[in-house]
């Protein structure tokens, strides 16, 4: 086992959702992250359980060696092995535990088992340029939409969240109902870089810091059926405007509690993670916010917003540094508390 004053070279395993993914990270710095993504849910319009299951299986064994060989490290070598045990789909999370805690009994390894929302956050401490204690982190997923204050490494609390519909899902069901295949987020910001933000949805009345996105998407889906019946065409000449404008609302909704958050928490160290976070609108709106209210802003780079194991290598990295290791017994969960 690794002690204190030797490098740690940690090798964790990221299976909560549809992508499969492997991370080695030696001392805090990430050296492989492979990511498998599932491409057989496109076809579905989201992901199916079962069929994330059994890609995970497919995936899991070529996925890990080729973050060992990417990071020229060998299995004997690695300290601890890390996984993603919550929250996240049940029969996705058991391949990825079942699989870490194989390995770590074989090899004689401790086990990390790793918060996934909690990794979403800490993504924003891998690579050089990193938030100052205490931090706010918008976390923004296809299953959460958190404002999480980050006193340390290992202690967080989450001071506001959605009521209804992750900021992820609000992009994925609005592509929906414009007619985008799954998942339309991505899509949605491609086709907002070439339209301007000019139809106007229902805002949420919201108090404190949590969020709510169900009103919008039945504001938007009320505006599209109307304007279709005027002009069935009105979707397809329309496209780039309307994904501005439901991007841009989205956008708002976020960026007016995290103002909220900073403004009573005093906080000015801010980051955005998961996988909205990718968001090309929601990253200039961040820097411009930032830039207006004298915030130091942070975003992790492309491959850390969107789910990857390098995020739980670098929470289990802490884990490890405070000898939080974990039971070969212990058991994944959809949902899991803080
Ligand atoms: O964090 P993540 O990879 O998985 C979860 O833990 O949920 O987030 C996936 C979500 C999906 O809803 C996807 O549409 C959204 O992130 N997403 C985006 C973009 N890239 C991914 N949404 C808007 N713009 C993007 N560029
Ligand atoms: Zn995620």
Known sequence: MGTLTSPATILAIESSCDETSAAVCRNGDILSNIIATQAVHQQYGGVVPELASRAHMQNIVPVVQQAVQAAQCDLQSVDAIAYTQAPGLIGALLVGSGFAK????????PLIAVHHMQAHVLANLIGDRRPAFPFLCLTVSGGHTQIVRCDSPLQMTVIGETLDDAAGEAFDKSAKLIGLPYPGGPLIDKYAQQGQSVYKFAEPQIQGLDFSFSGLKTSILYFLQKAQKDNPDFVQQELANICASVQQSIIQILIKKLMKAAKETGIKEICVAGGVSANSGLRKALQATGERFHWNTYMPAFEYCTD???????AAYYKFLDRQFSSLDASPSARASW
């Open 308 to 314: 990857n194991a390098g995020m739980i290598a670098i």
């Open 102 to 109: 194989s390995l770590a009994l074989a090899l004689d390894k």
